[in-house]
């Protein structure tokens, strides 16, 4: 595993000094909904509104109201905590390799590791899509479907390899490439 430059790498320092305020708000919204009920979305709005001024994001992508059906409110605060993937201006074939590798390639996180990082590690490269959306602002030929299984002429299941997915990558176009 390679370090990624810093406007390559989620911002977990800005996420982490977010999440706490963040999933505070979700849970409080939660509970006064339980006692109270919002039946004209009054609450939820000024929800959407806090939210938003902390983190410029919109609101309308995330669900509010029933995190609990999806990955919970842990994710949910983190998700929103987290800020977007951004265009960079250069990147190198190691550093999409290393973006490939992580999403191609499962890896436990460290029993040990009690970090925020390590704590939604696993999450980042799986979970929220924060590896997607950077490589679909940042490669002009990004397609999900190169992560995903295909089936040939005789009906046989095959993955692309991760120095495929990463070759495809680089030659369908790099916003910017060394």
């Known amino acids: 595993m390679i370090e990624l430059r810093h406007e390559i790498e989620p911002d977990m320092e800005t996420a982490k000094k977010r999440y706490p305020e963040i999933l505070r708000l979700i849970l409080e ?3 006064q909904c339980d006692e109270e009920g919002d039946e004209d979305n009054s609450k939820y709005k000024l929800l959407e ?4 001024d902390m983190t410029g994001k919109e609101m309308s992508q995330f669900n509010l109201w029933e995190w609990w059906e999806s990955d919970g ?4 605060a983190f998700d929103i905590s987290l800020p977007d993937p951004q265009i960079v201006g250069t990147i190198t074939k190691e550093e999409l390799a290393e973006i490939v590798r992580r999403v191609h390639t499962f890896e436990p996180p460290d029993p040990e590791d009690q970090s925020f990082k390590a704590l ?3 999450y980042i490269c ?3 899509g924060y590896y997607s959306r950077f490589l679909k602002l940042n490669c002009k030929g990004y397609n999900i479907k190169l992560f995903q299984s295909h089936k040939d002429k005789d009906g046989n299941y095959y993955e692309y390899s991760k120095e495929e997915i990463t ?6 176009g ?3 490439k060394e």
């Open 174 to 176: 790099m916003i910017g």
């Open 126 to 128: 799986f979970g929220n």
């Open 73 to 76: 409110a842990e994710n949910l």
């Open 120 to 122: 939604f590690y696993s």
């Open 49 to 52: 509104d806090k939210l938003h």
């Open 167 to 172: 070759d495809r990558l680089w030659n369908g």
């Open 29 to 31: 919204y939660t509970d």
